[in-house]
């Protein structure tokens, strides 16, 4: 496979300076806190009461005291938030809104607004963000289609990072796990620095386990640099570069027998439920990534009025795939390229302030593969190459009609076109898709401290690239290009409210309706029939509350409980529920401080029971519901120098042996993932 990392270079982008009216301040009429400002739910700098929309905050203080060693970790304490992997965290697909498989194509992912959303079936590399480089994550719930496009149907995740402001900072981070015989190990080192009219900030971290069962081991090692200048008064220049790599085994899925057996064997040589079929022993499925990077951007003052920004993004991922329980190797090489132009304007429309934001977003991506018969890859069978172009043009504008009342909109066009060519399979075809969005919200803020809202319109999700063009076969049987292949689009409505009277209380609740049709997924048998396809309409009717604060000093609370009911309503699935969704979901955390800088507690998760992946038809037996306790001890001695926190964890202290990702199909019965049992864990950070 060639190795090519280029650099791109940049210019010009539209962004606001000053927030009008109420959002001019970022301290609300309240002596406990400062409120929030977000910039996720609106695309510009808002504060939280004036957002129409369901969004949570995690803090710096909150990421480090929650003893989280990864993002995987910390979002999914996150009410209304799940994750499920086949293996790891690294390979952790997250699910917002009730989508069950292929949720991750559902949730856009951001790193200081830029997308992190692989263009195929891939999910997104969550160990690639050194925790410690986080300044906050912004977790919007609900689609946001027509701020930001494609992926955003059930939720938007902007991971946003430190910008140094001292002269110098460095952060330290190591831990030391297991789960009995086998140990994971971590460590990270992050240096910031603020000089006269320049930030510059630099990271490196590895990590490595043995992991829960046999073959699920992986490693991954992160380096990040970046800084920003000022060009002049009114000019910021900001650039940076990262390297991500990691090796990750894949023990495969376990019969129900295997399961309950031990479910920390991997695959193994006999097809319990497909007995004419040789199962070869996993003893060689494993993957290696390598992704560079690098950004550009540009922010541009326009006196006290206009801003304008232009960020741009470029990656290359390079993956090499030993699945040598198929007797296949595949090299994938993929590029994507991103700009986002926009100008954000502060004026006013008579008595009323207003807020516009005109923004163009473009995107190339560009995979190439080959696929061998041999592990040293010198007998080639096939080759294959897939494209997508996208552009869109959005407009969003918000009015301030009273002092406690304001009213947003946002339209949104989006083009794209996909291609895809396997000369072996007979395959060379493109096709293009149009979407054409909106969304309207009401914010009323009946005092400083709370608001309610209502917010609705439409969305839509283009077909990834191997949804589309699944090339990655060189027999014609199975190869196919799904021309016929339409983008999800629906709607949906949201109603909700916040109270913010922190640190005493903060309390957030919403209620949702969204209706999808033309939705995708994988139908008939792997193998025989099987294809991507646009199924049944589906509805999907929940609400997501969450409860925090500290009603006296020695006690802290967080809680949160999600409800959602997807079903099919047309088609032979009319009423069936949508597979791996759990109707009801609890994450809660309870935190006694007996003494000053120390906490401990039990944290707890519950998940009810859902059919099993494949099974629209929901005649498969269902996947157990199951609840977790974990056990914490945080301290944070004080009178030293710096910063240090220690952390001891025990994660499903009563070993509760589970599999909620388990996937049902006519070729091979139903395959078990399970899930970690117990482990221990200890981790200390300092910041200086």
Not at 24 to 30: R, S, V
Not at 54 to 71: Q, W
Not at 494 to 516: D, K, T
Not at 518 to 526: L, P, Q, R, S
């Amino acid at each position: 496979m060639s190795f090519r990392y280029i650099t791109i270079c940049a210019a010009a982008l539209v962004l606001l300076h000053a927030p009008f009216g109420y959002a001019q301040e970022t301290e609300a009429e309240t002596d406990d806190h400062v409120i929030e400002v977000v910039v996720t739910a609106d695309r510009v700098a808002t504060d939280l009461l004036s957002t129409a929309a369901h969004v949570s905050i995690i803090t710096a203080e909150e990421i480090r005291e929650s003893g989280a060693t990864n993002l995987v970790q910390l979002l999914e304490r996150q009410p209304g938030v799940s994750f499920r992997s086949f293996s790891n965290e690294a390979q952790a697909q997250v699910d917002m809104r009730g989508f069950g498989e292929g949720s991750a194509a559902r949730v856009l992912v951001l790193v200081d607004g830029r997308r992190q959303n692989n263009p195929d079936l891939s999910g997104v590399n969550w160990l690639g963000v050194p925790i410690d480089a986080v300044e906050r994550v912004e977790v919007l719930r609900g689609s946001a289609s027509a701020l930001y496009g494609n992926h955003a149907v059930g939720g938007v995740i902007n991971i946003i990072t430190k910008t140094p402001n001292r002269p110098f900072e460095i952060t330290g981070f190591g831990s030391l796990g297991s789960f009995g015989d086998a140990f994971t190990r971590q460590g990270r080192l992050g240096i910031l620095h603020a000089g006269d009219g320049y930030r510059i900030r630099g990271s490196a971290e590895q990590f490595e386990t043995d992991g829960y069962r046999d073959r699920s081991a992986y490693e991954a090692l992160n380096f990040s640099f970046s800084g920003e200048f000022d060009a002049s008064d009114s000019v910021i220049v900001s650039f940076g570069s990262r390297y991500s790599g990691i090796e990750y085994e894949l023990p495969g899925p376990l019969t129900e027998a295997e399961f309950k057996e031990n479910p920390r064997q991997a695959l193994r040589d006999d097809f319990t439920n497909f007995p004419d079929v040789d199962r070869i022993p996993n003893s060689g499925d494993e993957v290696r990534e390598n992704l560079f990077g690098t950004d550009l951007g540009l922010e541009w003052f326009i006196g006290e009025l206009a801003m304008l920004e232009i960020p741009l993004g470029y990656s290359l991922k390079l993956v090499e795939n030993d699945t040598e329980s198929f007797g296949t190797y595949t090299d994938t090489e993929l590029e994507t390229l991103l700009a986002s132009p926009a100008v954000v304007l502060d004026w006013s429309a008579g008595p009323f302030p207003m807020r516009t934001r005109l923004g163009v977003d473009a995107y190339r991506a560009q995979q190439d593969g080959v696929q061998f018969t041999d592990l040293d890859r010198e007998n080639k069978s096939f080759d294959f190459e897939l494209r997508q172009w996208a552009i869109a043009a959005g407009l969003s504008n918000s009015v301030q009609v009273l002092e406690q009342l304001d009213i947003s909109g946002a339209v949104r066009y989006e083009q794209s076109t996909i291609s895809a060519k396997n000369e072996t399979a007979e395959i060379d075809n493109d096709t293009n898709h149009n979407a054409v969005v909106f969304d309207a919200g009401v914010v009323y803020r009946p005092n400083a401290v709370s608001k309610i809202y209502g917010r609705g319109g439409t969305l839509f999700r283009y077909p990834l690239l191997d949804e589309q063009a699944a090339v990655r076969s060189g027999n014609p049987a199975f190869a196919q290009f799904e021309s016929q292949l339409d983008p999800e689009q629906g709607f949906q409505l949201e109603l909700g409210g916040a109270i913010y009277v922190m640190p005493r209380l903060n309390m957030e609740a919403s209620a949702y309706l969204m209706q999808l049709r033309d939705e995708i997924a994988y139908v008939g048998t792997f193998g025989v029939d099987g294809r991507n396809a646009n199924i049944d309409e589906t509805r999907r009717i929940g609400g997501d509350i969450q409860l925090s604060g500290e009603p006296i000093d020695l006690l802290r609370v967080s809680a949160g409980y999600s409800y959602v009911n997807p079903i099919f309503i047309k088609g032979d699935n009319k009423n069936n529920q949508v597979p791996l969704v759990p109707n009801h979901s609890i994450d809660a955390e309870l935190g006694i401080r007996p003494i000053s800088g120390l906490e401990l507690g039990p944290a707890i998760t519950f998940r009810s029971e859902t059919y099993q992946g494949g099974d629209n038809a929901n005649e498969q037996d269902k996947v157990d519901s199951y609840f977790l306790t974990d056990l914490f001890l945080r301290f944070r001695p004080s009178g030293i120098p710096g910063d240090l926190a220690i952390s001891a964890s025990f994660r499903n202290a009563f070993d509760e042996m589970y599999a909620p990702l388990q996937i049902y199909s006519d070729f091979s019965g139903t395959g078990y993932y399970p899930a970690p049992g117990r482990s221990f864990e200890i981790a200390a950070s300092y910041r200086y």
